[in-house]
């Protein structure tokens, strides 16, 4: 049976009903198959299985809609119900943000994500992650996790809520789940609907330019290589935000070693974003 909890203070009489470890995935509903692997890698790390469901209207920008976000709490819980979750905490944003906070610019307190919440997708979303740091501290502090499950495919909001968790001494395991994707490459995302049936054709090469660069950098090849080669080899037709190399916390990107390949562009009227694994190999 999956409860659905409606506001802090019965969460944490739920919470305080769970005895062994306790997983949570944060969401903000409009739940798919990547949502359901992240539920899937958290019920196999802990007992009790704790599933968020909350619009934050921190992290919306003043050209974004926050109203027009798809809330479908019924099929989310149907969703949830058929992967075993024991709770799902849906609650208002009034209980979530009492003293009326709409805005990251409006918030009283916020997590301040430092230098690398100004990068790659923060760039073009200024104050998106210190909305996202905010809301997934309060949720910790509500659900009180002893682990929780983010996907790679946001990975700077990985990276980051990796280090909020370190940085500010949270006793929480924070664990990546790989990408889900498509068949042909794509990774799977709900906008993915929007694409038309050309530029549907054409996105899966965005995944063939990358794994081409990145098996460059296992030759040999530099950073600097790698992003030139995966530029070229993108479809045609993407408006380009970025291709980035990074170290694995999205430092500087290393002369050999581990680092993670980035990669944000808009194809027709649709953004996507991508990243994988890749190992630098020094010449």
């Known amino acids: 049976m999956t409860l659905l909890v409606p506001d802090r203070a019965t969460m944490a009489e739920v919470r305080a009903g769970m005895t062994g470890r306790v997983a949570v995935v944060m969401t903000m509903g409009a739940l798919h198959e990547g949502h359901r692997a992240l539920m899937r890698d958290a019920r196999k790390r802990a007992e009790h299985l704790i599933v968020t469901v909350f619009v934050n209207p921190l992290q919306f920008g003043p050209t974004e809609d926050f109203d027009r976000y798809p809330r479908t709490l019924d099929a989310d819980l149907a969703i949830c119900r058929a992967e075993g979750v024991d ?3 849906a609650p208002t944003r009034e209980d979530m ?3 009326g906070q709409t805005s990251i610019k409006g918030a009283k307190v916020t997590v301040n994500p430092g230098p690398v919440g100004d990068i790659l997708e923060g760039a073009f979303r200024p104050g998106f992650f210190g909305g996202v740091l905010t809301v997934v501290a309060k949720l910790l502090n509500v659900t ?8 790679e495919k946001d990975y700077q909001q990985l990276a980051m809520v990796r280090a909020m968790a370190a940085d500010l001494s949270f006793p929480v395991e924070v664990v990546g789940v790989e990408t889900v994707r498509e068949a042909d490459g794509l990774a799977k995302s ?4 929007y694409l038309s049936a050309a530029e549907r054709a054409a996105a899966p090469g965005i995944h063939a ?3 081409s660069g990145a098996s460059l950098a ?3 090849a530099t950073a600097a290589d790698v992003r030139a080669h ?3 080899e993108l479809p045609g037709g993407i408006d380009l935000d970025y291709v980035e190399v990074t170290s694995p916390d999205l430092g500087p990107a290393p002369e050999s070693g581990p680092a993670r390949l980035l990669f944000a562009g808009r194809l027709g009227a649709t953004r996507l974003i991508d990243n994988i694994p890749l190992t630098v190999e020094a010449k």
């Open 144 to 151: 009180r996790p002893d682990v929780t499950c983010f996907g």
């Open 87 to 89: 709770a799902v905490f």
């Open 218 to 220: 296992g030759k040999g």
């Open 230 to 232: 995966v530029i070229a």
């Open 209 to 211: 330019a990358m794994q």
């Open 190 to 193: 709900s906008r993915n609907v």
């Open 97 to 99: 943000y009492p003293t």
